[in-house]
C-alpha cells in the first residue's frame, strides 16, 4: 500500500511539473512596445507625485511634533504625580 502511494505521488510530481512550464513569450509588437513605455512613464510620474506628498506630510508631521515638545515639557511638570498606594 505503501508502495503504491508513493509511486502515485511521484508520478504526480514528474507530471505536475510538466503542466505548469512556462511557455516562451512572443516577441513585442511597436504598439506593445509603446503601451508598455507609456506605462512605465506614467507609474514613474505617479511615484515622484506621492514622493513629494509623502515628502510634504512629514514636514508637515515633524513640525507639528517640534510644537508640541515645548506645550509637552511645560505642561508635564506642572502636573500633580499621583501617590501608589
Not at 30 to 52: I, V
Amino acid at each position: 500500500m505503501m508502495k503504491r502511494a508513493a509511486l502515485i505521488t511521484m508520478m504526480f510530481a514528474l507530471f505536475a511539473g510538466t503542466a505548469w512550464a512556462k511557455l516562451p513569450v512572443p516577441p513585442m509588437t511597436d504598439e506593445q512596445k509603446a503601451k508598455a513605455e507609456e506605462a512605465k512613464t506614467k507609474a514613474a510620474e505617479a511615484a515622484k507625485k506621492e514622493s513629494e506628498l509623502l515628502a510634504k506630510y512629514q514636514d508637515k508631521a515633524a513640525g507639528n511634533y517640534k510644537k508640541g515638545q515645548g506645550k509637552a515639557k511645560g505642561g508635564a511638570a506642572a502636573a500633580p504625580a499621583k501617590p501608589k498606594k
